[in-house]
Each structure stands twice: as C-alpha cells, then as structure tokens.
C-alpha cells in the first residue's frame, strides 16, 4: 500500500491510492481542473499587475522622442532628467514634506495609540471612531474640505494680521504638510495600537511592581517593545506622505510644488520618454520602501 | 484616575487630538456648513443660508433626467465602483487562495509581486496604462506600424474601468490574503468526515470565515472607486467624468464651493450609509 502525499494546494489529506473512493475521484478530478484554474488566474494575474510596469521601465530607455516607438537604447532621458529644476526641487520639496510629516504624525499618532489602549476615559469610543475616518474618507473629499478649511483660515489671518496682498499667507508646503499629518496621525495610530495589543501587559506591571515609574516603565520597557511598530507606522507614513496627490493639489499653492504634482500636470498631457524615466525612478523607491517595510515586518514576527 | 495620571493621559492625547479636530473634523463640518450658503461667484461663499445647491442636486425634470450630468455621474461614480469591486474579487479571491496554499518560499515571493504594486505610486500605475492605451501609445503604435487602422483607446469608459481595477487589485488581494492564511484546515477536513463535497465545504465552511477578509478588500476597493479623481482624470481625458471631477470642478473652475460641497455631503451620506448597513447585516447574520 503505498501513502501518496497530498500535493500542495490539495485540500485532501493523504490517502492512499490502491483503494477505490468513486466519490474522491470525482472531487479529485474537480480538484485537478480547480488547481489549473488557479494557476492559470495566478498567471493572468501577475502578467495583468506587472506588463503594463514593465512596458513603462523598457521604454524609459527608448531613444525616441515618440514614446512609444523604438528606435534603441539610451541613458539620455536620465540624464535629462538630472538637469531638469523643475523635477529637482519638486522632488526636494516631496522630500521635505514627508519627512516633516512623518516625523509630526509619528509622534502624535504614538502617542494617541498610548492613550487609547492604555487609558479608560469619556468619550473614548467615538474618538476611537473618529480616529479611523481619515483612513475611509475618500480622500478627495478631504481636499476639498481642507481647501476650503485653508482659504478660510488664511483669509481671517490675513484680515487680523493685515497683511499686504503681497506678504499675505497663502496656501503652499506649510498647508500641505499640516494637510499630510492630520491623514497620517490615524495611520501610524493604528499601527501602532497593533503592536501595544500584541504584547504582554504583565511586564509593564512587572516593571512598575520593581519600582519604576511612569516614565522610566515607558523608555525601558514599553518603547523598546514597540519600536518596530512605530518604524512601521512611520515607513507608512512616509510612504502615503511621498505618494500622495489628491489632498496635496487641494492644499498646496506656489512654491509649494511637489513630485506627484508636478508629475501629474506632465501626464495629463501627454506621454514621453521622460515621464517614462521619472515613473521608472518613483518605481524604484517603492521597491526600496517595500523592502525595507517587509524587513521591519520579520523582525517584528 | 489620579491627577498625575490624567495629566499624563492629556498630554498624550491633548496634541493628537487637538490636530484632527482642527484640520479634519472642523474642515468636514465647514463643507457641511458651505453647502447651505450662498455661492460666491470669486470662490468661497455668501454667508447667507440658502437652499440653493441641494436644489440644484435635486431638482429633477423628467425631461432631462439622464441629460442631467450629476445624477448621470453620480450613477455611473457607484456602478462603476460596483464593476470595479466584483472584478477585483473575482481576480483576487482565486489569486489570495492560491498564493495562500504555497510553500513558504514560494508564498513569500507571490506575496511581495504583489506589494510592489501596492506601494508603487498610484500616478505612476495610471500613467503606465495611459502609455500603452494613448493614440500615439504602445498598442497603436504596433498597429500603425504593421498598416493597420489605429484605433480610439484612451478617454473612453473601458480604458477608466481597466484604471480602476488595475489601481484597487492589490487593495483587494491583501486583506484577502490575511484572512485565507488564519483558515483552519482541519476544517476542511471536518466536512469531508461528515460527507460534504468540495462545492458545500467551500459555500458552507471556507467562504463564511474568509468573509472578513472579503469585507475588509471590499471596502478598501469601493471606497476609493467611487471617489477616484486621478484615473478618470488621467484615462478618461475629462470626457468620461467621476464624481472626484465634478467635485474639482465645481471647487476649481466652476467656483460653486455650495454645490460642491452639497455634493460632497450627498456624497458621504450614501456611502455612510452603505457601510453602516453592511455592518447591520453582518452582525445580523453573526447572531443568528
């Protein structure tokens, strides 16, 4: 009697094949065409995720003003791009904005997360809902009710202050950057809340039990333990902070331009050679970002 | 509470909390506020009450009632995001289950093909779809040069819906993934000692426990659907608008900050309402 080993994928467990089960053989030939259906969704799957990517990354390298058609290889659209201000400060700019952002809604969000799994008090509830709106909001719903909130705010700072038209506040970086930590605060927060449930509270209280404080329970024990976590929360953030464009076109203003603005007015028009090289670098980072997310990951596991 | 304890409770949430009122509750209750003004025509509004926006939104005249832009993209917005939510099921659900059923190595590799395209820049994917559907793109550079008739690709409603599957796919496919991992196969096993087959074991037993998962792609696919800007911006040219276009025009060019926002609270109302019956139900069918 020989005991064949369910293959991978299969939901049977072992059985052995000199005896005759008419109803498995029927499941089994039903399995048979399940699994190559699988397979063949997978492989579409993946073709339908990755060609249109690959495509964009061959033709960063096509020596041809039309896009589409090609004519050789080359680094000149690159090397383009290097010497473009444009795209060099909009890039400075993305840069400036998310870690600013990232760093502001990383500490806030910790320590909302903080308050929210280790207190009880009034209302915790319906801020624990308000909490998760910034994260189901469509967000260009959020723009538009930022764009709104900034024209509004600026304007009455511009009265009271009376500033001349020609130093008065306008919306720009400082807007986007408020406008990124009021989404991120929410992200990191519930990220972070993850890691503070997953660990065990007792060593906390065993902490405080030796005679630690507050304060030294939270850097010595705490903190460390949440490190990855809020690593986590802040790479996130980063990540929706570099990538964002909805709420970043409604708050911003001149001088306040950033990668995926600037990007979009190019891409609105038309497509070329050099919008295939700058989507080729953004493509770049977020594998860079992924990788090192997915490095955290592990070690948090 | 000890009085240290609530010093230290307020100072943690003091700065948060402080930061999402003012630039988010605040804002979204401003456009709730806005909506019942009067428009001014340079932008923002005439602090008058008026009804004026929702009647706009509401008045139908049966004679233009598909003539009527708003409603027509306001259905259109929703059904397309229905279209674009099955698809994406109908695509990750078989993907999430597969990748969930390989070894470890393999597992790991399929599922970082995956989160590549969910951390890459959602511009940079829509454009990727625009080189290769435009009338000077990939498909009908191909077909000119082999003498063929180039043909209209991009600004028309397939080119948008091939957008939005493409951009919700991996939003779909993760929470998926996270769910069919937790499944318990011992399960699977339960049922065929008790002589069900793969059909009933799969309706009956692994589709109600993956049901959160389904849940959770759902909601992070139709969402953001409905209120996409950059895809029918991009894809569509402007000619085939969603809703997030109307809503930046009405704040952009249009200058109609009431109706735009009156837009916005229709808007959020339905979809608050979606949800919040969803819920209804699955706790219904919890209970029983």
Known sequence: ?301 | MGKRRSLYLSFLLGPGAFWLLMFFVVPSLLVVVYSFMERSSSGGVIWNVSLEAYAKLFTFDPESLFVNDFVVIFLRSFWWAVLTTVACLLIGYPLAFYIAQQKPTARMILLFMVMIPFWTNFLVRTYAWKFILNNNGLINTVLSSLGMQRIPLINTPTAVLIGLVYGSLPFMVLPLYASIEKFDYTLVEAGQDLGANYFRIFTRVFLPLTMPGVAAGCILVFIPAVGQYVVPTILGGGKVAMLGNILAQQFGAALNWPFGSAIAVVFMILLMAGVLIYFAVEREEEAV
Do not use: C
């Not at chain 1, 064949?4 to 994928?9: D, M």
């Not at chain 1, 094949?17 to 969704?41: F, V």
């Not at chain 1, 690159?78 to 400075?92: K, M, P, Q, R, V």
């Open chain 1, 1 to 301: 009697m020989t005991v064949q080993h369910a293959q991978e994928g299969s939901l049977t467990r072992p059985t052995t094949t000199d005896t005759y089960y008419p109803p498995q053989k029927a499941g089994s030939l039903l399995l048979t065409w399940g699994k190559r259906l699988l397979w063949a969704n997978m492989i579409f799957s993946f073709i339908f995720l990755y060609a249109p990517i690959l495509v964009l990354v061959v033709f960063s390298f096509n020596d041809s003003r039309f896009a589409a058609k090609w004519e050789g290889f080359t680094f000149k659209w690159y090397g383009e791009l290097l010497s473009n201000d444009a795209i060099i400060s909009a890039f400075w700019n993305s840069i400036v904005v998310a870690v600013l952002s990232t760093i502001i809604a990383t500490l806030l969000g910790t320590m909302t997360a903080i308050a929210m799994e280790r207190f009880r008090f009034p209302f915790r509830k319906t801020y624990d809902g308000i909490l998760y709106l910034p994260v189901i909001v469509p967000d260009i719903v959020m723009g538009i009710a930022l764009l709104a909130f900034f024209a509004l705010a600026l304007d009455w700072i511009n009265t009271a202050l009376a500033l001349p038209s020609d130093s008065a506040l306008r919306p720009g970086l400082t807007t986007v950057i408020i406008a990124h930590v009021a989404f991120n605060i929410s992200f990191v927060a519930i990220v972070v809340r993850t890691s503070l449930r997953d660990f065990n509270k007792a060593l906390e209280e065993a902490a405080q039990d030796l005679g630690a404080n507050e304060w030294i329970t939270f850097r010595r024990v705490t903190l460390p333990l949440i490190m990855p976590g809020i690593l986590g929360g802040a790479l996130l953030a980063f990540t929706l902070s570099l990538d964002d464009f909805v709420i970043t076109f409604f708050t911003t203003g001149p001088g306040g331009t950033t990668l995926p603005i600037d990007v979009f007015g190019r891409i609105r028009r038309t497509i070329s050679p050099e919008i295939n090289a700058i989507s080729t670098l953004m493509l770049m980072m977020s594998i860079v970002l992924v990788i090192a997310s997915q490095t955290l990951q592990r070690r948090r596991e």
